[in-house]
């Protein structure tokens, strides 16, 4: 999520690569259950827990030690978004179910996050954009799933998805060769 550019800043390594893999990987993995080719279980949710939530919350906080609010922003919300994801499909809150109409703004409400997030990229690159842009479409596509109640509408989500975290891992393959090799090996635009 973060598109600064620099190797490093004040010694710390640019963060960027293990924010994008964490939440690329575990929005494919999601986005495959979408698809409906397995459950949501502990395999998604573990995932969501310790790569998609821990390891966004570690490159974030390493995104604000470099100065970098913008990635820092992205990856500390999104790897709490995998931390209350979790939380409200194991029922890990006692009592406290939450309903279609929740849901739906639950998603919608990070949705709008995304949206001016998207923005923010403008000034990034392309790879950077088709992130932001593709999660901006998942997010509402996945709201309105839940507040209309079609389920087939998953499917759509779990396509987008699966495009979403897919331009995350690339974008994260290229921060991470291209700074290694010092020239450019995968195009970021």
Known sequence: ?????????GGIANPAGLGLLAFGM????LSLHNLGLFGLDSAVLSMGILYGGTAQIIAGIFEFRRGNTFG???FTSYGFFWLTFVLINTGMIPGAAADSVSLGTYFAVWGVLTLFLFVGTLKGTRATQSVFLTLTLLFFVVAVKDLTGIPEIAYVAG????????????????????????RTLLPLG
């Open 26 to 29: 575990t929005t494919v993995l």
């Open 72 to 74: 820092a922003t992205a």
């Open 1 to 9: 999520m973060a598109d600064n550019g620099s190797s490093s800043a």
């Open 159 to 182: 396509a987008i998805g699966t495009i979403c975290g897919g331009a995350a891992m690339y974008t994260a393959f290229g921060e991470i060769l291209n700074e290694q090799h010092g």
